[in-house]
């Protein structure tokens, strides 16, 4: 699948599932807030639910799991 292809299906899961991202977008603006960093309970409690929605949208979508290096 070539770059313009993912871009498209990314477009098209953007719009089906709206909800979903806006809400995984959310927590990631939190998880950058200063006073969230530094709080490890908190962060890491926003963090499994970020990454429950991911898990979530990667099954709606058919989606595979990214590692970030």
Known sequence: MDEIENVEKAVQAGHEHREDMA????????????IVERD??????????QETIE??????????????E
């Open 23 to 34: 809400r995984w977008l959310a927590l990631e603006v939190l998880m950058s807030d200063e």
């Open 40 to 49: 490890e309970v908190l962060w890491d409690r926003l963090s499994v639910l």
């Open 55 to 68: 898990e979530k949208l990667r099954a709606k979508t058919g989606g595979t799991h990214v590692r970030e």
